[in-house]
């Protein structure tokens, strides 16, 4: 029978496996295959074959550089997976749990376009990656071949800093990449233009408050610096240290290496970033005033650290997006008085990428990231301003979208992304009779794009055409597309390595249609651009000749002749206003490049699908002749193996499991070569309990939160035999309904059958081992921990919670959130000895609602930045939370929070992220429960009132300090530690119990 279920265990392990391959961001996807080179396994299913034979050709020669670079020689093979199936652009390389990069193949975001090749600059990232922390000697690379290539000392002393540092500065050597992008290097300017240049130790990626991706910007420029200064022999060197455990800090590396501390060639690298010589308030220029107060005078609106983004206008007012809170605010133009109104929120959207108000001022078109899917998908609503009323568009994958009026009718355009490909679609709206509400989306138009090419923000050109940006290669232009007749028109940038972004219709400008739009050339900040564009073939670029502090972003024509753009700025972004009439400029003619009636569209009928040029993929490509099907035990054979083991044993008293380690043994996990199906095989022992146990661990899902499970089994033995089994399967999901609210359940059930071990070493235990003397002998600790009790026991325990959430942040400070969240659980339990007769004696089951409402403010006023004093509160309660109380309740009150967000002087190994004092009031209603106590809830409130529950309340002052570890991989915001210290006094208490109590705590979070 026990070999039975050891075979049973083992094989729903590899079972699991097989079954669950194709899940995480390859959910969905099922022809996959691995083409081999030199180097790499690439992965890739059917709709990534074109992205896949790129990578075929290139990826050893780029592999072959990264290396020369480093000075290092090429040892190690990659998988490499290519998924197609989630929409946003990104990459990842980790150690966990083996070497293996892993590619989302869409388009980039305009944040990212930074390179000809996106794919290709991503894949030199992710692989210099792969290289630096494989800088092993002999001895490494042979710990690496028996333990898995997780055991790394560079881990324990690089930070993240100099790991994006080394990425950074690698995808940048060819000219391209962030470092050479001007939109990117705005942060590191900005900070030193603002005097608010951080600290060397401030930026390894603790930091957990905007401007995040520090660590990237300042940690490319910083090390960049280094290589051209001392030489990429000594940072290699630097690097090799690391990573072969040759010092005991990266800075004692780095002090070794280039003979200067860390701290004093930050300092020649901050003096080293140039800026303009420019103000860094730009309030003080004339004709730029604050957008909320009109004057010169920084509003309150600007000083809170919000991020505003998404600026648009139309006929009816003017609209922007505090990215912060997710929250669309809309500001109505009166035209009686020739001003706008003071701007109210419309609606909250999480998530949002976009949101663009049409020219006539009646729908905003909604861009966003859904989790409502196995993996990430990009999708778009429309709002009605009028009616109140959302449309959701069907199709996925579109972003950028837009609402364009043309003879009457309303279109929507957005940019369709599949893999590298990228088409616009062009969907004829329908409205109701009263024109405030779309109901119903026709797909007529799609207009494809060469591959890698890529539209950016399309808006509405005011004359039933769509205009947006593009990017072929390096060379950025504006377009247009003519709904009525699909005619194109093209005005290339006329700078070299200029970039243009945020293009927008700013109606006529002395007989011309004018159009803004922001733009950089190398070294410049984003500048303020305008295109008018007449009846003839030429037309005329009028770009910023001068830099102002915060750049140009968003810019879009107000109808009080004055243009509003958002300024980012190192802690913020702000609206800002300026009069085009005291902008320096130059001017370029511009021709329109685009073939003549040459119409670069496809048209749609009712009866074709709607897959369109954006789901089309080339075939036949030779580099892919030999790819075999995909195997997941080629890569589950592959893992991390850890001389300790992961077991325990367990104990059930008075209604609750508590377990003691089984340290002693080993463990192997392993996930596939996308980070998910996690699995674990593990063996332990404890010589306290004299006993061993063997366990299987198996955690799988999708990409998303809409569902998850873990799958937990293990078998012990001691001495006596077969000793006892746990059985846990835990399984939830999170569904997003609405803008920003969701539906979860969660499920655990536990099965624990056999005999149990002690739970500690008692007094009395240690006076015989005195008295006898065994205490001295090392052997006589075998067995302590063993029960004398044989009987075994079987406990089944299931709890369910099924709730809805509406909670969401409503602005930028870390307490501004908002919204309630309601739930219910079942729990339902049974204990016996094992093989006794059923008995409902033994069984108990009950419901457990609960409720929590969260405010971002107590007191309705706006703290100044860094700090909060407006008292957000949230309120807890909870019918049934256990077998012995009724009703509980928490209400606890922010006095007063700061952000420090500094590395601790001449202590550079913690962070500290913020301190917190907080208030409590806690109070609860003790009664002898019983099974289906929650039908008996009228009864027992009448107990409650009548004064027969004993009730206990409590107030308590808490100081927090939150901290986050400084140093390798740990200095991350997904790891940090509160030191707390509370004083509470006991209002209504027991006779044992004392007035006041104080406590200090500890609780770390990863």
């Known amino acids: 029978m026990k070999k039975r279920l050891l075979a049973a265990m083992v094989y729903g392990f590899f079972a699991a496996v097989s079954i669950f391959a194709a899940d995480g961001v390859m959910s969905g996807e099922k022809d996959i295959k691995v083409v081999q080179t030199k180097w790499f396994d690439i992965i890739y299913p059917k709709d990534s074959e074109e992205s896949a034979a790129l990578l075929a050709d290139n990826a050893d020669t780029i592999y072959g550089e990264v290396c020369s670079s480093l000075g290092t020689e090429q040892w190690a093979r990659f998988p490499v997976v290519i998924s197609p199936s989630r929409d946003e652009y990104n990459a990842f390389f980790t150690a966990a749990y083996y070497n293996h990069i892993v590619l989302y193949d869409t388009l980039e975001s305009e944040s990212l376009a930074v390179s000809s090749d996106s794919l290709l600059s991503t894949f030199r990232h992710e692989l210099t990656h792969a290289v630096t922390y494989n800088m092993k000697n002999k001895f490494w690379r042979t710990v690496d071949a028996i333990f898995g290539d997780a055991v790394n000392p560079g881990w324990l002393f690089l930070t993240s800093s100099h790991a994006e540092g080394a990425a950074v500065s690698s995808e940048s050597m060819s000219g391209e990449g962030r470092l050479n992008d001007s939109y990117s290097a705005q942060m590191v300017r900005q900070a030193k233009l603002e005097g608010m240049f951080p600290g060397y130790a401030d930026i390894y990626g603790a930091h957990d408050r905007y401007p995040g991706n520090q660590n990237y910007y300042f940690g490319g420029a910083f090390d960049s610096w280094l290589q051209k200064t001392y030489g990429m022999e000594k940072y290699a060197q630097f690097w090799y240290k690391c990573v072969n455990f040759q010092t005991i800090h990266q800075s004692l590396a780095f002090k070794s290496v280039y003979d200067i501390s860390v701290k004093d060639a930050w300092k020649l690298f901050e003096e080293s970033v140039e800026v303009p010589d420019i103000p860094a308030d730009p309030l003080v220029n004339d004709g730029y005033a604050d957008y909320f107060s009109g004057t010169n005078v920084r509003s309150q609106e600007n000083k809170r650290e919000s991020r505003y983004t998404s600026l648009s206008a139309g006929e009816t007012g003017f609209a922007y997006c505090d990215k912060y809170g997710n929250s669309f605010w809309f500001s109505e133009w009166k035209d009686s008085i020739r001003q706008y109104k ?15 108000l049409s020219a006539d001022g009646k729908y905003a078109a909604v861009s966003l990231t859904s989790a409502g899917h196995a993996v990430l998908k990009n999708e778009v609503r429309i709002y009605g301003l009028r009616s109140r009323s959302w449309y959701y568009m069907k199709e996925t994958g579109l972003r950028d979208a837009a609402v364009i009026t043309h003879s009457g009718r309303q279109y929507l355009a957005a940019v369709k992304t599949k893999s590298r490909n990228a088409a616009l679609y062009i969907y004829a709206l329908e409205e109701n009779n009263a024109g405030t509400r779309i109901c119903s989306a026709e797909l007529v138009k799609q207009i494809p794009f060469p591959a890698g090419t890529v539209p950016f923000s399309p808006a509405d050109s005011g004359d039933g055409s769509v205009v947006y940006v593009y990017k072929n290669g390096m060379n950025w232009s504006i377009r247009f597309y003519s709904i009525a ?15 243009i972004r945020n293009v927008s219709s700013a109606g006529s400008y002395n007989g011309e249609k004018r159009y803004t739009f922001s733009w950089t050339k190398p070294g410049s900040m984003p500048r303020f651009g305008e295109l008018l564009t007449g009846s003839g073939p030429d037309a005329s670029m009028k770009l910023q000749s001068n830099d102002v502090s915060g750049g140009v972003y968003n810019p879009v024509m107000l109808k009080t002749g004055l243009v509003v753009y958002s300024g980012e700025f190192f802690c913020d972004w702000r609206l800002i206003t300026v009069d085009p009439e005291k902008i320096a400029e130059d001017t370029f003619i511009v021709q329109n490049e685009a073939e003549k009636l ?43 193996l850890l001389p300790f083991s992961d077991n325990s044993t367990y104990v059930y008293k008075d209604g609750e499991f508590s377990s003691l380690s089984l340290p002693f043994g080993v463990t192997y996990a392993t996930s596939n070569p996308w980070s998910s199906g996690i699995a674990e095989l593990s063996a332990g022992y404890n010589p306290l309990t004299n006993s061993g146990a063997l366990k299987t661990y198996f955690k799988s899902g999708t990409d998303t939160s809409l569902f ?17 089994t746990m059985n846990v399967l835990q399984f939830s999901s999170e569904i997003p309904v609405g803008n920003v609210s969701y539906i979860t359940f969660e499920n655990e059930t536990d099965v624990f059958e056999g005999r149990q071990s002690l739970t500690g070493i008692t007094n009395d235990m240690l006076s015989d081992a005195l008295k006898s003397g065994r205490i001295y002998n090392p052997l006589s600790a075998f067995g302590w921990l063993e029960s004398s009790d044989m009987t075994a026991l079987f406990v089944g325990e299931n709890h369910f919670s099924a709730g809805y959430t509406n909670i969401h942040r409503t602005g930028p400070g870390t307490y501004e959130q908002g919204g309630f969240s309601v739930s219910a659980a079942y729990l339902a339990s049974y204990d016996s000895e094992s093989g006794a007769d059923p008995s409902w004696s033994n069984f108990y089951q009950n419901l457990s609602p609960e409720i929590i409402i969260k405010s971002p403010c107590l007191l309705p006023y706006i703290c100044s930045y860094g700090y909060t004093y407006n008292f957000p509160f949230k309120i807890e309660s909870a019918l049934f939370p256990s077998e012995s109380t009724f009703l509980n309740n928490t209400e606890t009150v922010v006095l007063f929070a700061g952000e420090v967000q500094k590395a601790v002087p001449f202590f550079t190994l913690l962070y500290i992220s913020r301190y917190r004092l907080s208030a409590e009031y806690t109070g609860a209603f003790k009664y002898a429960g019983k099974s289906w106590d929650f039908l ?21 002052l808490q100081a927090v300090l939150t901290m986050i570890p400084n140093f390798g991989v740990f200095a991350s915001y997904t790891a940090s530690f509160n030191l707390s210290a509370e004083l509470k006094y006991r209002i209504r208490r027991t006779d044992i119990q004392t007035p006041f109590y104080f406590e200090v705590g500890f609780v770390a979070s990863y």
């Open 342 to 356: 003071k701007p109210r929120k419309l609606f909250t959207v999480s998530n949002a990428t976009r949101v663009q």
């Open 485 to 499: 007749d699909g005619t194109t028109a093209e005005y290339k940038a006329p700078v070299g390595r200029m970039v």
């Open 598 to 640: 040459v119409p670069m569209v496809n048209m749609i009928n009712k009866n074709t699908s709607d897959s369109g040029a954006a789901d089309s993929v080339q075939t036949g490509f030779p580099q892919l002749e030999n790819a075999k099907k995909y195997n997941p035990f080629n890569y589950y054979k592959r893992g991390l």
């Open 708 to 724: 998850s499970y873990e799958l937990y089994n293990q078998v012990e033995f001691d001495r006596y035999g077969y000793k006892q």
């Open 936 to 956: 008996n809830t009228p009864e027992l409130v009448n107990q409650l009132f009548a004064g027969d529950m004993d009730y206990s309340d409590s107030v308590g």
